[in-house]
């Protein structure tokens, strides 16, 4: 008994020994992490570039823009992660945080654009909508007739909003706050909206923001959750309802989903890649240069993402819905792929 | 007092009350059986009515004529020409050679009925065999995604089918002479995860929850079953023993995400442990199982007759002696119950596996413990995700093989308690 004892207490220390011992073991693979709006585009370049070439396949988990920012910038070392995908700029504080903490060296890399729609099921009237009219049929707090103070949302059907929109209850199904995709529509639609009204250009900076910000919550906008299939499988059931997601589930629904025209424009494959469309965000990656020559592959990963036959007119992450950048903007990432200059900060 | 009923009369008369409140009752709990039946069945239906298509793939059978000059390759055995060779010439003209004239002119329709990964498939073949080269060999490769969705789906208006009017009759054609065939999809349980449905498979998962499973077990079990001992055993009754007892039956309905962040801060940002490996993964769902386990195993020792111990005590055993042969070898069946079921909530936990990183797009089967990986309802999680609706069948059938290992698991419980369990 007491030399099994022994041997336990030894298995034990030692085991403790070695996770203590060991804080970051090297690495081979390459970890990216993230928004879940690049996570499709990234994961086919990710799985190609696995297949392709020597390297194992990288990781990729989708953290969100901001969870991914934090992650990635939380310093220099194998245990933290090697790139991040972002569905929007980097923020200056963030970068500050980045520097802070030791990550000091970042290339920065646009690699195209997103939509996002608003579609309904084939059989209901399609919208040929402004953004101001988006707004005043979904902001929960509407400027009164006469434009002097803001009102709850008396906004019931679309022709109440404008006599030019369909007479049908006011029906959105939309990802929930947590979503980046909210986050952008947010800030391209409804602020874009806004700012069109006299009423809100002269408030103060936060109030504005808070007035332009909050959807409506009396049943008119519904928060259908994360996951963007539910909403397009909803819509298919009731041709009085639209949704908001992202341009790919409209491209992989094509034929039985219809867009929205807003301020004029058709969510075009076009129209998105020059910022014609107006609820169109671009998408980015970053890339941790600490880690390049540590951990394998980085700039070889970086290379096929930014190659041709990727993003080129033909490639294939065009097939998965990624509204690729215009020929001189992939010469001008190529060249970036190969010098990997460092941001310094002010470009933010 | 003639009058009043005899009690036997008061008794007959409110028989036939009492027998109708039995039945009446007896029918709530029919109805609330059915109501529970109706819902799995309902839930059974859906998921199998969505994924049995899922065990399905779709191939195509070509004759592929490996000739070095259309390949542009000279020597199969060098890696530099293999990977500068075009392994989709091949393809594409033994797909034309079975498709009508028209098709010569449009190499992009005819390249869209194979798998992406198809050339894939081919190189590998010739270099595991370069001595094909210069021969014709009949081959079978998957199809491409738009036309398993055609194949499966054609009359289903959930799912939109992106073939052309054109390859849709190629598509027919070739299916009638059984060039496009459909069979059991073993892809599903080869392959590691993809982002082209029809290469992708559940294999990386089940490893992924095997060794996640294997850590958690062996961790779980002892540590649970030495502490409901103690506790019950040898643990004075006071004020601390109380507090821990309270504590672990509050542990047991913490929300599972909890443990998740535990398991951040601790495992990975204090002890430096990497994201997303089964290690951490089985660390932070044994914190999860823990109290499920000790509660059921403090149950199953107090089950064992207080006449066992004291006969054992009696004829002079110690303290340590009554628990080693008697207690522990009685209320194994019950702790063992207890791990499984516990074991089973494990298996399908999600939410703990989010913040340390095994909610992730990994295709590289995990080899070990050590190993980037991910787990079967995460699986499912991702692909219900998707945009490409072709993971929808795979995201049922990826359920199913997830209710088969956890409908296991429970089934083995059931089996050892009927077997091992002892009544008095």
Known sequence: ?348 | MTDQPSQAEQVRRSLKRRYRKERRFRSYGIAAIAVALLALAILFIDIIGKGYSGFLKSTVTLEVTLDSDVMMLEDPTDKTARRMADFVAPLQQALMAELPPEAQDQPRAVRGLINNYASDALKKAVAANPEWMGSTRTMTFLASTDVDVYMKHQSDDRYSIKLSEQQQGWVDELAERGVIDLSFNDVLFTNGDSRNPSQAGVLGAIMGSLFTMLVTLALSFPIGVAAAIYLEEFAPQNKVTDFIEVNINNLAAVPSIIFGLLGLAVFINLFGLPRSVPVVGGLVLTLMTLPTIIISSRAAIKSVPPSVREAAEGIGASKMQVVMHHVLPLALPGMMTGSIIGMAQALGETAPLLLIGMVAFIVDVPGGFLDSATVLPVQVYLWSGSPELAFIERASAAIMVLLTFLIGMNALAVWLRRRLERRW
């Open chain 1, 1 to 348: 008994m007491k030399k099994l004892n022994t041997a336990l207490a030894s298995v034990v220390v030692a085991g403790a020994m070695t996770a203590v011992a060991t804080p970051a073991a090297a690495r081979d693979t390459i970890s990216i992490v993230g928004s879940s709006t690049v996570y499709p585009f990234a994961t086919v370049v990710a799985e190609r570039f696995g297949r392709s070439s020597d390297f194992p396949t990288p990781k990729l988990e989708s953290t969100g823009s901001g969870g991914g920012m934090k992650l990635f910038c939380q310093g220099v070392g194998t245990q933290n992660p090697d790139i991040t995908n972002a569905s929007r700029r980097m923020k200056p504080s963030e970068f500050k945080l980045c520097q802070n903490n030791g990550v000091e060296e970042i290339t920065e890399f646009r690699i195209g654009s997103d939509g996002i729609v608003i579609a309904s099921s084939q059989d209901a009237e399609n919208l040929d909508i402004s953004l101001e009219q988006l707004f005043l049929a979904l902001a929960e707090k509407v400027p009164s007739d006469d434009g002097s103070e803001l009102v709850m949302n008396p906004n019931q059907t679309w022709s109440d909003v404008d006599s030019s929109l369909p007479d049908a209850k006011i029906r959105v199904m939309g990802p929930p706050p947590t979503s980046g995709t909210r986050d952008a529509f947010v800030e391209l639609a409804m602020q874009g909206g806004c700012e069109e009204m006299p009423i809100f250009a002269n408030m103060e900076e936060e109030a504005m923001e808070e007035a332009c910000h909050s959807i409506r919550e009396d049943g008119a906008f519904v928060e259908a959750g994360e996951n963007d299939n539910l909403i397009v499988q909803k819509l298919m059931g009731d041709t009085e309802a639209y949704g908001i997601f992202g341009y790919s589930f409209l491209e992989e629904n094509r034929g039985k989903l219809q867009a929205a025209v807003i301020n004029g424009k058709k969510p075009t494959v076009e129209n998105i890649a020059k910022d014609d469309y107006p609820i169109a965000r671009s998408l980015w990656f970053y890339v941790k240069q600490a880690h390049i020559g540590v951990v394998p592959g980085i700039q070889e990963y970086v290379a096929e993402f930014t190659s041709a036959g990727a993003m080129g007119p033909n490639g294939y992450l065009k097939d998965v819905g990624l509204i690729v950048p215009t020929r001189d903007q992939l010469m001008e990432l190529a060249k970036k792929a190969e010098a990997m200059p460092s941001m310094t900060g002010n470009e933010l």
